[in-house]
């Protein structure tokens, strides 16, 4: 199984950003994803989570209402769509998934229960 996020970048404060994160070896459709990320200095933080289907979603307080996850399961692809971007959303984002399909880990968990890790996109936002 392997996991590929992109999109990240250097952005201005209130600036808009899109992360994908490709995947591939296993049926992406049975099994929800997440986004999670670390600051430096810091622990890594649960950021949003998508089912597999795609009908439900949960997001950390700290984005909601500026960040969107959704999913193409034709595309084996899960987003993370990023609005009002601040300066302390800097940080590496990782999208995850489980090791079980059909189960969605607790955000609250900081990532216990997701097996399948992407190698991290580098979020940047200047003030």
């Known amino acids: 199984v392997q996991l590929q996020a992109f999109g990240g970048g250097l952005v201005q404060a209130g600036a808009s950003l899109k992360l994908s994160c490709a995947t591939s070896?296993?049926?992406?459709?049975?099994?929800?994803m997440g986004w999670f990320r670390q600051a430096p200095g810091k622990e890594r933080e649960f950021v949003a989570s998508?089912?597999?289907?795609?009908?439900?979603?949960s997001y950390a307080d700290s984005v909601k209402g500026r960040f969107t996850i959704s999913r193409d399961n034709a595309k084996a692809t899960v987003y993370l769509h990023m609005n009002s971007l601040k300066p302390e959303d800097t940080a590496l984002y990782y999208c995850?998934?489980?090791?079980?399909?059909?189960?969605?880990?607790?955000?609250?968990?900081?990532?216990?229960?997701?097996?399948?890790w992407g190698q991290g996109t580098l979020v940047t936002v200047s003030s």
């Open positions: 070896g296993r049926t992406f459709s049975s099994y929800a």
């Open positions: 995850a998934s489980p090791l079980k399909p059909r189960y969605i880990p607790p955000g609250q968990l900081g990532g216990s229960g997701y097996g399948y």
């Open positions: 998508i089912s597999w289907s795609g009908a439900r979603t």
